[in-house]
């Protein structure tokens, strides 16, 4: 047998096939997964291991099995480990016909012997570029998942996983690749909506000079910007009559401030709604109209001017993180979203921002399949970028461990996804349908992978792998995530609090 010779293919019931065949394991570095060649005659077949299935004659029958070793283990007493062997069942992906990739039309010969696919050979079939993202290697082959860059963030990007399988962490890992890029590679701004403060720590790490963080305390939306459209589409409770009252209201401020170069506000809006609607026939329009601006008033969100202004904290090769985890009020988180998307995008097709990827936690939280109006604001701009953002060089990366809560709109535009373990039978037969080119066998895996292990799909891959996440560069933990770390700061401030208090007296 030469030295790089894993297996025989064999003859079986359903195949070989032009798109599945079998071989009997002659070696114990096959594993699922992995990638095997076996030359055809036009050149060789690449293809991956789906299964692999033990058997051995003298264990078939469960009755003498049991009669045997009543008296004494069946090993001792037959040469039982001489009728072992192993069958790999393979799923062909393509004949290699000197350069090129071919769709596969006659079968591998039964008798044909089987190779390891060679890294180089798995680079090309693979579309892997030595200028692109390493994000870790391939499973049970040396070679680095060099992602290309283009392919991957050209168009959108979907994490799919459970809770605590490694999503956040691989976009970690995503984020320190586009932050380490040469500007001569070309580079990318990233900006992150970060639900739970996981990406705040990128500050305190090598990539401090490189990261900027907002908290969304300081964050205030320049109120002059929102227009009567997008109160209508934040205020799904109000009535078409009482919006269209308002809209001239604006209009009227809107043209005043541009003649006297003076910002309006909310505080502005609130107060000439009181004069214009100052007779009792609009009390009806006028009551709903006030309360609902002044619930937004309460928020603290709406100023002069944009903090920070966009145009300046965006830059490529930079990280801006929007640390929403401070905000308990679900609806002025959802308005900062719908806000952000809404105006990263149109400064984008102004070009007065360079190309981004939008990082969105919790996506099924802001783009959510069904769900009442006011409980997805951020839906309508968020499903906008995803239909029109490739064109402009805007690529969300919708990160969920809901996929089947997750607006069908956004995910069917995401043309990469990375899936990381998953279990609910719902969320995977989900994935199993917005995804093309993933099959059974696959989704079947997704169920046993182990928290960093990745299959990718689509567009960025030439074909569906399996990729163990590389190790991040960076160390620290999410926001409030290390459970010691709190309990220990608790005691201490409340010590600290005490011993102050007592030198006071
Ligand atoms: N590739 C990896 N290598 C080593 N450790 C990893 C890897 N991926 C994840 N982990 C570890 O697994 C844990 C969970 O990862 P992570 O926080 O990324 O999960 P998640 O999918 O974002 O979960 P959640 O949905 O709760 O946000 C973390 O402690 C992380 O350090
Ligand atoms: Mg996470």
């Not at 506000?265 to 100052?278: G, H, K, Q, W, Y």
């Not at 719908?338 to 190309?355: A, G, N, Q």
């Not at 899936?419 to 917005?434: A, M, Y």
Request: glycine share 6%; net charge positive; hydrophobic share 40%.
């Amino acid at each position: 047998m030469a030295e790089d010779e894993v297996g025989t293919v064999v003859s079986t019931l359903e195949g070989p096939t032009t798109i599945a065949f079998s071989f009997v394991i002659l070696s114990s570095k096959v594993r699922k997964g992995q990638f095997v060649k076996v030359p055809s005659p036009s050149g060789f077949v690449l293809a991956s291991v789906t299964e692999i299935t033990r058997a051995n004659r003298y264990f078939e029958r469960a009755e003498s099995v049991a009669e045997y070793e009543r008296n004494l283990p069946l090993s001792q007493s037959f040469p039982t480990g001489e009728w072992e062997y192993s069958v790999a069942n393979a799923r062909v992906h393509g004949v290699f016909e000197g350069e090129n990739i071919a769709r596969s039309t006659f079968p591998v010969a039964p008798g044909s012997k089987v190779v390891i696919a060679e890294d180089a050979l798995l680079k090309k079939f693979l579309l892997l570029d030595d200028n692109g993202l390493n994000l870790g290697h391939l499973q049970h082959h040396s070679l680095p998942a060099k992602i290309s860059m283009g392919r991957l963030l050209q168009k959108h990007l979907a994490i799919l996983a459970m809770s605590g399988s490694g999503k956040s962490y691989f976009t970690s890992v995503l984020i320190e690749e586009l932050l380490d890029r040469k500007a001569s590679d070309g580079r990318m701004a990233v900006v992150v909506l970060d639900s739970h403060g996981e990406y705040v720590g990128f500050k305190s790490t090598q990539y401090s000079k490189s990261t900027n963080v907002v908290g969304a305390k300081k964050f205030r939306i320049a109120f002059r910007k929102i227009t009567p459209q997008m109160l209508a589409e934040w205020a799904p409770e109000m009535s078409s009559t009482q919006m269209r009252e308002l809209a001239p209201i604006m209009e009227a401020l809107r043209k005043e401030s541009k003649e006297k170069h003076e910002a309006y506000t909310l505080e502005d809006l609130i107060a000439r709604v009181e004069t214009e609607m100052a007779d009792k026939k609009k009390d009806n329009v006028k009551r709903p109209l006030l309360a609902w601006l002044s619930e937004l008033r309460s928020l603290r969100l709406f100023g002069a001017t944009d903090v920070p202004k966009l145009e300046e904290v965006i830059s490529p090769g930079m990280l801006t993180v929007f640390d929403l985890s401070e905000i308990d009020h679900a609806k002025k988180k959802q308005l900062i979203v719908s806000y952000l998307c809404r105006r990263l995008f149109k400064l984008r097709k102004k070009e007065k921002i360079p190309p981004f990827a939008l990082v969105v936690e919790e996506a099924h939280n802001y783009a959510p399949e069904k769900a009442e109006k006011r409980h997805a604001l951020a839906k309508g701009p968020i499903t906008t970028i995803a239909r029109e953002g490739r064109k402009f060089g805007a690529c969300l990366c919708l990160i969920s461990q809901r996929p089947v809560q997750l607006a069908t709109t956004a995910l069917a535009q995401c043309n990469t996804n990375i899936i990381l373990r998953i279990t609910n039978p719902f969320d995977i037969d989900h994935v199993g349908e917005s995804c093309e080119g993933i099959d059974k066998a696959m989704l079947d895996s997704i169920t046993t992978l182990r928290v960093g292990e990745a299959l990718f799909v689509g567009e960025a891959v030439g074909s569906p792998v399996f990729v163990k996440i590389r190790k991040r560069k960076t160390t620290f933990s999410a926001k409030g995530k290390d459970l010691e770390l709190i309990a220990r700061k608790f005691e201490e401030d409340n010590a600290k609090k005490k011993e102050d208090v007592e030198a006071f007296l």
